[in-house]
């Protein structure tokens, strides 16, 4: 299995930068994607990013020029950050991250989440 730990939610005046992290632990090996995900008060979550293995990402349009996925395996880990730059009040929403990974057996993939992480952007 794959547990996911978000952290680096805030609040933030509008135009400002917020850095989410997300360090994943377990069967890391079998992740091949991974993503962000968010839901505003009374919306439904919808994905922000996603980044695959071989670093092909992609962005909702809402964001996409403000906001950078990235991924890191190499420092004995393995997380997830989505650097979030000239943010809007309606970047306000719960942050989540998101991991899709191979198990044994006929269902064959398995989808992980963190606990979420609140980022509030206002003056």
């Known amino acids: 299995q794959v547990h996911l730990v978000e952290s680096g939610g805030g609040l933030v005046q509008p135009g400002g930068s917020l850095r989410l992290s997300c360090a994943a632990s377990?069967?890391?090996?079998?992740?091949?994607?991974m993503a962000w995900y968010r839901q505003a008060p009374g919306k439904q979550r919808e994905l922000v990013a996603h980044?695959?293995?071989?670093?092909?990402?992609?962005?909702v349009d809402s964001v996409a020029g403000r906001f950078a996925i990235s991924r890191d395996t190499t420092n004995y880990g393995d997380t997830v950050a989505l650097q979030m730059n000239s943010l809007k009040p309606e970047d306000t929403a719960v942050y989540y991250c998101n991991a899709d990974y191979g198990v044994p057996g006929p269902v064959g993939t398995e989808t992980a989440w963190g606990q979420g992480t609140l980022v509030a952007v206002s003056s």
């Open positions: 377990g069967t890391t090996f079998s992740i091949f994607a």
């Open positions: 980044i695959t293995n071989d670093g092909s990402t992609n962005y």
